[in-house]
């Protein structure tokens, strides 16, 4: 479908549908990319930004898709998705965001060098627990350019040195926004799938529903791991993604979300 029938059939959707209903359904009208440039542009629009949805959506995602996000925002948007971000964010978040936007990780490398590892791990303690105050670019360098294998080396490297998890350690050294993206970072890397479930865990747990997180994270990955995350998320919580969904939500919403998380695992 080309690009302008497709937003006109998404103009006409909204005008005969509302609430959370229709954002699910116009989420699914777009193009994989195109839908994840515009939840980041969405996040920086208007007063206020949701430092949030940009973390996720950066910290998850490969040097390849994140490439087709900045290209898709461009596209659609005019203006550049690093300079947007730049502008909308200060100080070690925004060096973690543009960090994490340029791709510098190597995704698919299996190769781990040992001494390399133990010396990160070493930097990390350094530039942390051993100090008084942290060296934060020492963490958001190390966090945002080795490979996912790697980093797992380093994290067992860095429990051996300092008795403690670098969660735990990024917990007590840092703070709000910075420290959930470095600990968003860390749980991508531990395990993508237990990662998204527990992001949809908690935008349904207590009271009130994070629509916006719900949906986004079934429509975005409907199609690539979400079956995968169904497993991880019964195994995490003791009960399944659909009958959360269903005590959770209702009516034609809830039936639309139930079609696209399909069958329990």
Avoid at 37 to 51: I, Q, R, S, V, W
Avoid at 140 to 148: D, E, F, G, N, V
Avoid at 228 to 243: A, D, E, P, V, W
Wanted: hydrophobic letters at 35%; a negative charge.
């Amino acid at each position: 479908m080309a690009w302008w029938k497709a937003w006109d059939l998404t103009e006409t959707l909204k005008s005969e549908l509302s609430g959370k209903f229709e954002r699910l359904i116009v989420a699914l009208m777009y193009l994989p990319y195109r839908y994840e440039a515009k939840e980041l542009h969405d996040a920086m629009k208007g007063l206020g930004t949701k430092e949030g949805v940009i973390i996720e959506i950066l910290a998850s995602r490969t040097k390849n898709q994140l490439q087709e996000i900045m290209k898709a925002y461009e596209e659609d948007y005019g203006s550049s998705l690093e300079e947007d971000i730049q502008a909308d964010t200060s100080g070690y978040l925004e060096r973690i965001l543009v960090c994490l936007l340029q791709g510098s990780r190597d995704d698919v490398s299996s190769f781990v060098d040992p001494g390399l590892a133990l010396q990160d791990a070493q930097d990390l303690y350094a530039a942390g627990e051993k100090i008084c105050g942290t060296d934060e670019m020492k963490f958001i360098t190390i966090l945002c350019t080795r490979s996912a294998t790697h980093l797992l080396r380093v994290f067992e490297e860095y429990e051996k040195i300092a008795n403690k998890s670098i969660e735990d350690s990024i917990n007590s050294e840092t703070h709000g926004s910075l420290e959930e993206a470095m600990l968003t970072v860390v749980k991508c890397t531990r395990n993508l799938h237990s990662y998204f479930a527990e992001r949809l865990y908690y935008a349904m747990k207590g009271a009130g529903t994070r629509d916006g997180t719900l949906i986004r994270n079934i429509v975005s990955r409907s199609e690539i791991d979400l079956n995968l995350i169904k497993c991880h998320f019964k195994k995490m919580y003791g009960k399944t993604l659909s009958s959360m969904i269903m005590e959770d939500t209702s009516g034609d919403y809830k039936n639309a979300l139930l079609s696209l998380v399909g069958s329990d695992p």
